[in-house]
C-alpha cells in the first residue's frame, strides 16, 4: 500500500529554460499556462525524504501564479 517513490528531473527547472524545461516559476517552455509544481521540476533529488519540499516548491509557484493573475 503505497510508497515514496518520486520521479524527478523530466521537466527540470533552468535559469534559460529550452524544450522540456521549466523556468524558476514553473512555467513549462513554450506555453504560457502550463507549470508543473511535483518533482518532476527538480533538477536532483536528495536522498532523504522530499515530500516537504516538493509542497514548499507548489505553494511558492501556486503564488507566483496568483500575483501574475491579479
Same mark, same amino acid.
Given at each position: 500500500? +503505497?510508497?515514496? @517513490?518520486h520521479y524527478a528531473g523530466t521537466l527540470p527547472m533552468k535559469a534559460a529554460p529550452g524544450p522540456?524545461?521549466?523556468? %524558476? +516559476?514553473?512555467? @513549462? ?17 536528495? %536522498? ?23
Amino acid at each position: 500500500m +503505497g510508497n515514496s @517513490l518520486h520521479y524527478a528531473g523530466t521537466l527540470p527547472m533552468k535559469a534559460a529554460p529550452g524544450p522540456y524545461q521549466t523556468d %524558476a +516559476g514553473g512555467r @513549462l517552455f513554450g506555453t504560457t499556462s502550463v507549470y508543473v509544481v511535483d518533482g518532476a521540476a527538480f533538477t536532483e533529488l536528495p %536522498a532523504k525524504n522530499l515530500t516537504f519540499t516538493i509542497m514548499a516548491n507548489a505553494a511558492r509557484i501556486a503564488g507566483i501564479v496568483r500575483r501574475a493573475s491579479e
